[in-house]
T-cell receptor
Framework: AQSVTQLDSQVPVFEEAPVELRCNYS??????LFWYVQYPNQGLQLLLK??????LVKGINGFEAEFNKSQTSFHLRKPSVHISDTAEYFC??????????FGAGTTVTVRA | DTAVSQTPKYLVTQMGNDKSIKCEQN?????MYWYKQDSKKFLKIMFS???????INETVPNRFSPKSPDKAHLNLHINSLELGDSAVYFC????????????FGPGTRLTVL
């Protein structure tokens, strides 16, 4: 069975600064990896996904993530954040067993 | 147009009551899900239906019963509500059983008093 660890529960960051959210997973088989974002009082929205191919994945709103198989990581980055990026970010993994397993989430607070 | 909708948005009720949450998707997807998000924002899958067939049934008390009258709807009925059931419940859908993109509804915040 797979599991997901998000290493930072809260990340405060100033506007226009870069941000990196860390995600590690454990699995004995190949996995699919995802980052979802939850804006305040809303449902989750897919930011980006890794299925196969290039290990650098670009998503919406200027986010990107890099899959590192040897380190079993899928860290999310954005070079310059906006106030509107304030949200909860969830890393998720699937072993193609029809289920997504989510991490505990990282709260990103962007300050002016 | 709302892709995945849930009703009600807020639900406040007493312990021991029975309540239902409804979910509808207009995306033409085959697969639908129910998730529970607790107070620490931890998100866990409860059920999944594919074309009205139950395909995922996690360790959830029998008091929770999903019903899918057609593939566009997945309702969640909860009997004998307990304090620990207080959470935000999210419905989601995906094109098919390949879960790489799920579309989430806005959530239903259930408070059991």
């Amino acid at each position: 069975a797979q599991s997901v660890t998000q290493l930072d529960s809260q990340v405060p960051v100033f506007e226009e600064a870069p941000v990196e959210l860390r995600c590690n997973y454990s699995s004995s088989v190949s996995v699919y990896l995802f980052w979802y974002v939850q804006y305040p009082n809303q449902g989750l929205q897919l930011l980006l996904k890794y299925l196969s191919g290039s290990t650098l994945v670009k998503g919406i709103n200027g986010f990107e993530a890099e899959f590192n198989k040897s380190q079993t990581s899928f860290h999310l980055r954005k070079p310059s954040v906006h106030i509107s990026d304030t949200a909860e970010y969830f890393c998720a993994v699937s072993e193609n067993d029809y289920k997504l397993s989510f991490g505990a989430g990282t709260t990103v607070t962007v300050r002016a | 147009d709302t892709a995945v909708s849930q009703t009600p948005k807020y639900l406040v009720t007493q312990m021991g009551n029975d309540k239902s949450i409804k979910c509808e998707q207009n995306l033409g997807h085959d697969t639908m899900y129910w998730y529970k998000q607790d107070s620490k924002k931890f998100l866990k899958i409860m059920f999944s239906y594919n074309n009205k067939e139950l395909i995922i049934n996690e360790t959830v008390p029998n008091r929770f019963s999903p019903k899918s009258p057609d593939k566009a709807h997945l309702n969640l009925h909860i009997n004998s509500l307990e304090l620990g059931d207080s959470a935000v419940y999210f419905c989601a859908s995906s094109q098919d059983r390949r879960t790489w993109e799920q579309f989430f509804g806005p959530g239903t915040r259930l408070t059991v008093l």
